[in-house]
Nanobody
Framework: VQLQASGGGLVQAGGSLTLSCAASGNIWKPNKLGWYRQTPGQQRDMVATMKSDGTTNYADSVKGRFTISRDNAKNMVTLQMNSLEREDTAVYYC??????????????WGQGTQVTVSS
């Protein structure tokens, strides 16, 4: 599975950005697509995920501000980020997961895209 992310950049606090990720390769359902983020010296934390059945999960810190969506036909996942805060500054990683026991199971990561929110 290969993941190609795009859409990061520099934005002022209160602004918006959209991240997109295209998955290719052996993509099978059920699976989970989503986004994690990481700042220097910190662990990679879940931001938002969406299962192929539409179930979503958000970090508490982004609820009400970020929206995840996916296009199963195109194997794409999008993260709409509104009301951005300086604390959202991080490298964002696209994520694909398929449960053990299924073919092509495991966790796959995209290359990371920088999001910087200035005050």
């Amino acid at each position: 599975v290969q993941l190609q992310a795009s859409g990061g950049g520099l934005v002022q606090a209160g602004g918006s950005l959209t991240l997109s990720c295209a998955a290719s390769g052996n993509i099978w359902k059920p699976n989970k697509l989503g986004w994690y983020r990481q700042t220097p010296g910190q662990q990679r934390d879940m931001v938002a995920t969406m299962k192929s059945d539409g179930t979503t999960n958000y970090a508490d810190s982004v609820k009400g501000r970020f929206t995840i969506s996916r296009d199963n036909a195109k194997n794409m996942v999008t993260l709409q980020m509104n009301s951005l805060e300086r604390e959202d500054t991080a490298v964002y990683y696209c994520y694909y997961w398929r449960a053990p026991g299924y073919s092509n199971a495991g966790t796959f990561w995209g290359q990371g895209t920088q999001v910087t929110v200035s005050s």
